[in-house]
């Protein structure tokens, strides 16, 4: 009987622990589902994101994950279904991602915040420049059989590459964010200063390179992003493409006036982007009189990928990287 008794004991005892189990497993499932769901199109928004959440949990997905940059980037239907569902939604707003326009016509969440980085900065975003010796991109489109010259003004969508442009976007992610989730408003404005507070110390070291640096220009032997950040210190620069250029084949006259610029400047470095494969500043190199310029790379964040950010890449640490290549540059 005793024996019985302790079968019936056991048995019971069983039970609870696994109806607390699935309990436990039902509440955790139930957390996961009231989570916020943020949709983010670029490393650097990411990033901003997760800096603003601090020990807030929120599922957070960046779509350019694999390398493909803002203007080769074509979203999948998991995309769309993603963004259609997700609470807050960042992207860039410019040119290479009107899809996204498209996209949130058709959301399903009609309580969703969106965050359009180029109308979040307004006035400050600047129409994209053709320099100097730079090969221009033709800029056209069908009209009843014709074709047309694209008028409409084209931005530059670098926007991210500024510290300062920096700033005001995480101010704005954080207000949006706290509009989401009212009860962790406290939390994510406290963050973001913080974390504001990290940019503006960074801004006077770029500031304090630029001033004591003997020479004042960039030389690029590729597409040229960095428009913002040079702006932001007074630095002037020469390249072979605009930012947002498709281009990737340089003509003779473009690397013959680039490797001259470098003679008359008496510039020691030619720069180039993280994605690109050096030969268009090695032909440049070849061109100048002492054929010796170093050959350096700035990371315009638009190939970092999800195992970068596993292995430790941040914005903060890629802008502190680009500030040592800058510096020694500008030698």
Request: with cysteine; net charge negative; aromatic share 8%.
């Amino acid at each position: 009987m005793k024996k019985i008794i302790s079968i019936i004991a056991a048995a019971a005892l069983a039970v609870g622990i696994f109806s607390a189990c699935g309990t436990q497993k039902n509440a955790a499932t139930e957390q996961e589902k009231a989570r916020l769901k943020i949709v983010t199109t670029i490393f650097p928004e990411y990033d901003w994101v997760n800096e603003i959440l601090g020990d807030n949990k929120a599922d957070v997905t960046l779509l350019l994950d694999n390398g493909v940059d803002l203007h080769s980037y074509q979203p999948t239907a998991e995309d769309i279904l993603k963004i259609s569902e997700c609470d807050m939604f960042i992207y860039v707003g410019g040119e290479s991602d009107e899809w996204a326009e498209d996209a949130l016509k058709e959301a399903k969440n009609k309580n969703m915040k969106v965050v359009n980085l180029l109308e979040a900065l307004g006035e400050t975003v600047k129409e994209e420049e053709v320099k100097e010796g730079m090969q221009e991109e033709e800029h056209e489109h069908e009209e009843n059989g014709e074709h047309k010259e694209h008028e409409e003004p084209e931005y530059d969508e670098h926007v991210w590459l500024s510290l300062k442009n920096t700033q005001t976007l995480v101010t704005k992610i954080a207000d949006t964010l706290s509009q989401t989730d009212a009860k962790n408003a406290a939390s994510y404005k406290s963050n973001a200063n913080a974390y504001n507070q990290k940019l503006a110390r960074l801004d006077d070291e770029y500031r304090s390179a630029v001033n004591a640096a003997s020479a004042k220009t960039l030389l690029f032997g590729d597409r040229f992003p960095f428009r913002y950040l040079v702006d932001d210190y007074g630095l002037d620069y020469y390249a072979a493409f605009a930012g947002c250029s498709a281009e990737t084949e340089a003509s003779f006259e473009t690397i013959l006036f680039l490797a001259k610029k470098i003679d008359e400047l008496g510039l020691k470095s030619i720069t180039q982007i993280e994605s690109a494969d050096g030969r268009i500043a090695e032909t440049i190199k070849q061109n100048t009189a002492s054929k010796n310029q170093q050959i350096l790379t700035l990371d315009s964040m638009q190939s970092t990928t999800s195992k970068d950010i596993s292995n430790g890449a941040s914005y903060l640490t890629i802008m502190k990287k680009n500030l040592a290549v800058l510096t020694e540059a500008l030698k």
